[in-house]
């Protein structure tokens, strides 16, 4: 009976796009309705290189869910999340790009949720003030944190980073507004873009990123902060329901390159609510299913 409420919701909601209200967590906004990450993009026109860009990402390659239930090699699968209150201490944290980060202090509790792997991601959502913060490569050192790097954001701005500037992803932009949430699929809908990866990116970026990470000039490799979306017409009715949720919101909001990796790889929060099977069907999704937006006119009206 759960399961069949779970598809009727699919099927009732997954469809009618946003209502206007930006997603929530903890009682927070995760950035103003008008922000990028919130904003539809099913309307946008095509980008003019889309073919080359989709080429030379992998349009024969399929996507994959870098996120699920269980452990892989001892790890949860998936960029957690820790939320807390007022009332934590705030730590002070070293950083190896001190110049491109924010200083803090960030209030890391003790018992701080860390991305398996090598990139140990740590998203902190501080429910009372609405304050994101993410750190890159957080270690403890000593009685002391260190961190490749962190960025601060208040969830009811849409503020971007300065100029050139890295956060704790790539592209300088926040990981938590991309994340598939277990809640928000279990609603049957999906209210903003995703978060992705490619292999190879080029020397730019564009809005709302706001930092590169390769060396190269081919204009046919996508810049970071690059956007798309699957195609309307590509039939998602057959994948089971976890999995439908995810494809309809990579045609309404589609996803944005935000690091260098795997390529298609969508990034999610691990939750033992995951269904491994259901959500590794998007694997028959290949990237000649997506095309380029062209979100140059997509800006917010508030700041």
Same mark, same amino acid.
């Given at each position: 009976? %759960?399961?069949?409420?779970?598809?009727?919701?699919?099927?009732?909601?997954? /469809?009618?796009?946003? +209502?206007?209200?930006?997603? %929530?967590?903890?009682?927070?906004?995760?950035?103003?309705?008008?922000?990028?990450?919130?904003?539809?993009?099913?309307?946008?026109?095509?980008?003019?290189?889309?073919?080359?860009?989709?080429?030379?990402?992998?349009?024969?390659?399929?996507?994959?869910?870098?996120?699920?239930?269980?452990?892989?090699?001892?790890?949860?699968?998936?960029?957690?999340?820790?939320?807390?209150?007022?009332?934590?201490?705030?730590?002070?944290?070293?950083?190896?790009?001190?110049?491109?980060?924010?200083?803090?202090?960030?209030?890391?509790?003790?018992?701080?949720?860390?991305?398996?792997?090598?990139?140990?991601?740590?998203?902190?959502?501080?429910?009372?003030?609405? %304050?994101?913060?993410?750190?890159?490569?957080?270690?403890?050192?000593?009685?002391?944190? !260190?961190?490749?790097?962190?960025?601060?954001?208040?969830?009811?701005?849409?503020?971007?980073?300065?100029?050139?500037?890295?956060?704790?992803?790539?592209?300088?932009?926040?990981?938590?507004?991309?994340?598939?949430?277990?809640?928000?699929?279990?609603?049957? !809908?999906?209210?903003?873009?995703?978060?992705?990866?490619?292999?190879?990116?080029?020397?730019?970026?564009?809005?709302?990123?706001?930092?590169?990470?390769?060396?190269?000039?081919?204009?046919?490799?996508?810049?970071?902060?690059?956007?798309?979306?699957?195609?309307?017409?590509?039939?998602?009715?057959?994948?089971?329901?976890?999995?439908?949720?995810?494809?309809?919101?990579?045609?309404?909001?589609?996803?944005?390159?935000?690091?260098?990796?795997? +390529?298609?790889?969508?990034?999610?929060?691990?939750?033992?609510?995951?269904?491994?099977?259901? /959500? !590794?069907?998007?694997?028959?999704?290949?990237?000649?299913?997506?095309?380029?937006?062209?979100?140059?006119?997509?800006?917010?009206?508030?700041?």
């Amino acid at each position: 009976m %759960k399961l069949l409420a779970f598809a009727t919701a699919v099927g009732t909601l997954a /469809l009618a796009g946003t +209502s206007g209200q930006p997603p %929530k967590l903890a009682s927070c906004p995760v950035f103003p309705a008008d922000n990028p990450w919130n904003q539809r993009v099913d309307k946008l026109p095509v980008a003019r290189n889309s073919n080359a860009i989709v080429d030379s990402i992998g349009a024969g390659t399929g996507l994959h869910p870098d996120f699920g239930s269980g452990l892989w090699d001892g790890a949860s699968i998936g960029i957690p999340i820790t939320v807390v209150k007022a009332g934590v201490h705030g730590s002070r944290v070293s950083f190896d790009y001190a110049d491109e980060s924010d200083r803090g202090p960030y209030p890391i509790p003790a018992g701080v949720r860390i991305e398996g792997g090598g990139d140990r991601h740590a998203l902190i959502v501080d429910s009372s003030s609405c %304050k994101l913060y993410e750190l890159y490569a957080l270690h403890r050192s000593g009685a002391s944190w !260190h961190a490749g790097s962190g960025a601060i954001w208040s969830l009811r701005s849409n503020r971007v980073r300065p100029a050139g500037w890295t956060s704790a992803d790539a592209a300088g932009l926040p990981i938590l507004p991309g994340l598939v949430r277990w809640s928000e699929v279990a609603s049957g !809908h999906i209210d903003h873009a995703l978060r992705f990866t490619v292999e190879h990116t080029r020397r730019s970026y564009v809005y709302p990123a706001r930092h590169f990470a390769s060396d190269s000039t081919d204009a046919n490799l996508p810049p970071m902060g690059l956007r798309v979306r699957l195609g309307a017409e590509y039939p998602i009715s057959g994948f089971p329901p976890q999995a439908r949720v995810l494809l309809q919101a990579l045609k309404t909001y589609g996803m944005i390159v935000a690091d260098n990796g795997s +390529s298609w790889y969508v990034s999610g929060e691990p939750n033992a609510h995951w269904s491994n099977d259901d /959500l !590794h069907t998007i694997g028959r999704v290949a990237g000649s299913a997506f095309e380029v937006v062209d979100t140059s006119s997509l800006r917010p009206k508030s700041k």
